[in-house]
């Protein structure tokens, strides 16, 4: 037995999330998470593995229910609509692009969503991990989507789910694909960005950078915190 713990959503994507109590699960993943990128001149996405600035950026939705409204907020707390002019300068100052390249927030495509778009977590791996590391690891740095407390103790309980079948909630079901490969953004505070590469060595030791599951969406469905999980096939 597992149910939700815990829900999050990233409208802009390399950017920090929002936390949810309920979010819509759709054929191309959670709504309204990645649904902006940030691109140079040339329309090429710029990610937080090579300008980790940008997790000192928060995203947010401001009609949750429908992903709609994004709203980003500025390491300095100033908060304005997606489309403002400010954001984009923002963005450029902190990653010291303002005599370069300039950068622009633009629609994200599916072809930007992996093909298994829900990042799934369990509790019990976020504690293992922390474990490793020597450290309580700050879960943002793992960047999930949906986290799941299990009743047993088992640990790493992802690995038994590949390959089967998840209802969460009463309608939405996924499928476990694949662990997750895990990027040199797990070594970034989520707040300033510096890097602390101890869960991440660690993390490489134990498990050669894989933690949690990679899902897709096979019926969408709502999903809330408290909200049952259970394999049915």
Known sequence: ?????????????????ERLRRAFFGP???????????????????????????????????????????????????ARAWDDPA?????????????????????????????????????????????????????????????????????LPEDAWHGRRLLIGEEAQVDVVSATRRSGVLSRDPDTAERDTRAHAALARERRNHLGACCRVVRPGWVAVGDPVMITA
């Open 87 to 155: 954001v984009a300068t923002a963005i450029a100052k902190v990653l010291e692009r303002e005599d370069r390249d300039p950068v622009a927030l633009a629609p994200g495509t599916v072809g930007l969503h992996a093909a298994s778009p829900i990042a799934l977590l369990a509790e019990q791996s976020i504690a293992l991990l922390s474990d490793w590391a020597g450290e309580e690891v700050d879960r943002r740095r793992l960047r999930p989507n949906v986290v799941v407390d299990t009743t047993d103790d088992e640990p």
């Open 28 to 78: 191309l993943g959670m709504i309204g998470d990645r649904r902006l990128v940030v691109v140079d001149d040339d329309g090429e996405a710029l990610v937080a593995v090579r300008n980790p600035g940008l997790l000192t950026f928060r995203a947010r939705c401001t009609d949750a229910g429908r992903g709609d409204g994004v709203e980003v907020i500025a390491p300095d707390g100033d």
């Open 1 to 17: 037995m597992a149910v939700v713990s815990d829900l999050w959503r990233y409208p802009v994507a390399s950017m920090g999330g």
